[in-house]
């Protein structure tokens, strides 16, 4: 067996500075250690901690960010994913460290659970195959992530746009200003300016449809405390960015997102309610990729799922599945078990591979 550690939330550390090398290659702050490291703490009464990391100590090839939920035949996760649905990879340096880890996942005997697994990632390929006569392994689609590839043309967003879609901006746009003078905030806060600026955020997002539906983050504690510890942590980094629309002296719509790769991200985002006539969500959506535009960044990348409000700005997505793999020994197949029981009969859609 290739050299392999398991490595748990104290000593987590020590692997900062070679995620990072892994995670440059993909330019994803959800692959970044920060991003890590705010879910294992975060999230950590949910989750056993199962890191694996494949070669040398101080300089691994692959990393697995893995986390088990503490309950009976649970399968072993990537890290964050169930709780806050971004996609997230392996990190490896090469083609060849990916088929190694997913080799050693299988020596393991671990059954996995991948949700928003990209699905154009060399461990995708490399689990199935490494499964291969020792498991199955289920595979279906799990929706993908939009983003638009940015150029010059997007220093105006709206050209992008359908006639009745530039209609229905500028409209908004005038009704906000009979409301007060608007105005767009792109801030790169330091850690000590955080707080009071992330305050103002959440009561944005609390104050519409989230904030009714209980799922803002002022009303989730446990997700609340993985922003705080994340946006401090991508603040002390200078990558960072809260963005809002004000209207007179109220803001109107919240964006929480990062700059990294050359990207601008997209994290979080909420409206107020009492501004809905004047659409300030899209207004500040406009005004951002703008922004990203002047920046010269590659794309601005939407994240979270590909839905009705995202597709008048862009058509491009980044497909992700969900991917499972169940070795043939008994913890195994008690993880497939339950769940078919979780299913509650229902038949699964995608692949199922049985490979001898």
């Not at 056993?48 to 691994?60: C, F, N």
């Not at 393991?108 to 990209?118: A, G, N, Q, T, V």
């Not at 792109?186 to 009714?212: I, Y």
Request: proline share 6%; aromatic share 8%.
């Amino acid at each position: 067996m290739t050299e392999h550690h398991i490595v748990e939330l104290q000593d987590l550390d020590q692997l900062s500075g070679a995620w990072d090398r892994l995670a440059r290659k993909s330019g994803s702050p959800i692959q970044q250690y920060i991003w890590a490291k705010a879910c294992a703490e975060a999230f950590g009464d949910r989750y056993s901690l199962q890191v694996l990391a494949l070669g040398p100590r101080d300089r691994p090839v692959a990393i697995a960010p893995l986390a088990r939920r503490r309950r009976p035949l649970a399968s072993v996760e990537l890290l964050g994913v169930h709780d806050l649905r971004e996609p997230m990879d392996f990190l490896y340096a090469n083609r060849a460290a990916a088929t190694s880890l997913a080799r050693t996942l299988t020596e393991l005997r671990i059954p996995l659970s991948l949700k928003r697994f990209p699905a154009d990632s060399p461990g995708l390929a490399a689990v199935a195959n490494a499964y291969r006569g020792r498991g199955l392994v289920l595979s279906r689609g799990a929706g993908g992530c939009p983003y638009l590839p940015l150029d010059e043309r997007h220093a105006e967003p709206e050209v992008a746009l359908s006639a009745r879609r530039r209609s229905d901006l500028r409209r908004a746009r005038r009704r906000a200003e009979r409301l007060g003078a608007v105005r767009c905030e792109v801030l790169s806060p330091a850690p000590t300016e955080l707080q009071p600026l992330l305050d103002e955020a959440f009561r944005v997002e609390a104050a519409g449809w989230k904030g009714r539906a209980r799922t803002a983050l002022l009303h989730d504690p446990t997700r609340q405390a993985f922003f705080r510890r994340y946006a401090a942590a991508a603040a002390s980094g200078g990558i960072l960015l809260l963005c809002f629309l004000r209207i007179g002296d109220r803001a109107a719509a919240m964006q929480i997102a990062v700059e990294t790769g050359g990207r601008f991200w997209l994290l979080k985002m909420g409206y107020d309610e009492e501004f809905a006539c004047c659409s300030p969500g899209s207004l500040l959506l406009h005004e951002t990729i703008r922004h990203a535009a002047a920046r010269r960044l590659r794309s601005y990348e939407f994240l979270g799922r590909d839905e009705p409000w995202t597709r008048p700005w862009s058509r491009h997505v980044r497909p992700c599945v969900h991917l499972e793999a169940y070795p043939f020994e008994a913890r195994g197949v008690g993880g497939l078990a339950s769940h078919a029981a979780a299913l509650g009969g229902r038949r699964l859609r995608g692949v199922v591979r049985s490979r001898s």
